[in-house]
T-cell receptor
Framework: DTGVSQNPRHKITKRGQNVTFRCDPISEHNRLYWYRQTLGQGPEFLTYFQNEAQLEKSRLLSDRFSAERPKGSFSTLEIQRTEQGDSAMYLC????????????FGQGTRLTVV | GEDVEQSLFLSVREGDSSVINCTYTDSSSTYLYWYKQEPGAGLQLLTYIFSNMDMKQDQRLTVLLNKKDKHLSLRIADTQTGDSAIYFCAESIQADYKLSFGAGTTVTVRA
């Protein structure tokens, strides 16, 4: 297992378009997290899953954002009607889910909305 | 985030020790972390400490926790050019839960 994998690494889209990102966690990791990081800031929590169940969503996650983890393995994050303010790095992380303190991050997807 | 604060920049000479400081506000913080981010990359977990510990050492890294003052520090011994990166302090109130991050400290190692 090579770690948390995110695709694509970079995405440029026009304002108003929809985009979808994918995250493949470390195998056997039950918990999966999405974060957003803007320039000069630390990552901010968006949402997380325990297997296929979405357990918590941040108020940052507007109605235009939706995340799924249908089979409890990979996850997708969709942004509808993108805005320039959505430009950021979207980071995915996973943890074992059995009392583990360690969360491992992917390389991120950098979104640029033009 | 506003609950975790770090100084923004640190410049250190190669071979010296680096000390990066962090303060947090949530007294319920149970796990405290240090992550490293290199340009254009994701976050690499360096180390973490449980709140009932006051020190943890792992090779060149030493973490000190002052729970009373809610102060965390990361010391890097014998700093190398490869240590140039942004270092994030983060906290969580429980295992397998969301992290709250500081804004990061940019460490520059000069020859």
């Amino acid at each position: 297992d090579t770690g948390v994998s995110q695709n694509p690494r970079h995405k440029i889209t026009k304002r108003g378009q929809n985009v979808t990102f994918r995250c493949d966690p470390i195998s056997e990791h039950n918990r999966l997290y999405w974060y957003r990081q803007t320039l000069g800031q630390g990552p901010e929590f968006l949402t997380y899953f325990q297997n296929e169940a979405q357990l918590e969503k941040s108020r940052l996650l507007s109605d235009r954002f939706s995340a799924e983890r249908p089979k409890g393995s990979f996850s997708t994050l969709e942004i509808q009607r993108t805005e320039q303010g959505d430009s950021a790095m979207y980071l995915c992380a996973s943890s074992l889910g059995s009392g583990s303190a360690e969360a491992f991050f992917g390389q991120g997807t950098r979104l640029t909305v033009v | 985030g506003e609950d975790v604060e770090q100084s923004l920049f640190l410049s250190v000479r190669e071979g010296d020790s680096s000390v990066i400081n962090c303060t947090y506000t949530d007294s319920s913080s149970t796990y405290l972390y240090w992550y490293k981010q290199e340009p254009g990359a994701g976050l690499q977990l360096l180390t973490y400490i449980f709140s009932n510990m006051d020190m943890k050492q792992d090779q060149r890294l030493t973490v000190l926790l002052n729970k009373k003052d809610k102060h965390l520090s990361l010391r890097i011994a014998d700093t190398q050019t490869g240590d140039s990166a942004i270092y994030f302090c983060a906290e969580s109130i429980q295992a397998d839960y969301k992290l709250s991050f500081g804004a990061g400290t940019t460490v520059t190692v000069r020859a």
